[in-house]
């Protein structure tokens, strides 16, 4: 297994892991970014009370590559409410190639500390809907 290219700062990790396990019942996410001065993966922005997609998808740099922790309320047809997570990996086509190397050299080691099975990888932010949360998170 080839070594990752950054390493996740600690307090980092610690957020991920209370994310995990948290039981808030409101749609929320972590935006995680590459320090390129200490080639480490740390925390950019933590989102409460997400309102709708739009809110989310501006909030997520759409000319460099992000790493996004998702927690989503999705009602079922017969009425239930879950909150499932999902791990995205945005990645612009046009960012820097550095950049881009960081971040999918560092991918499967942050994705494993994640410790989730619904990831995602995402070149345009715009394919980020409503329609595209309810078919793939639902699975």
């Not at 942050?110 to 595209?132: A, I, P, S």
Request: with cysteine; glycine share 2%.
């Amino acid at each position: 297994m080839a070594l990752p290219l950054c390493t996740i700062n600690p307090d980092l990790k610690e957020l991920v892991r209370k994310f995990r396990f948290r039981r808030a019942v409101n749609n929320a996410a972590i935006l995680m970014k590459v320090d390129q001065a200490s080639s480490e993966i740390v925390l950019e922005e933590e989102l409460e009370d997400v309102e709708d997609v739009d809110e989310l998808r501006n909030s997520i740099p759409d000319t460099q590559p992000r790493y996004v922790l998702l927690s989503w309320a999705i009602t079922h047809s017969d009425g239930r409410v879950s909150y499932p997570l999902a791990f995205i990996f945005t990645t612009p086509r046009d960012c820097q190639p550095q950049l881009q190397m960081m971040y999918a050299g560092s991918y499967n080691h942050v994705v494993k500390e994640c410790g989730l099975t619904k990831v995602f990888q995402m070149r345009d932010l715009e394919e980020l809907d409503e329609e595209w949360i309810k078919t793939n998170l639902v699975k």
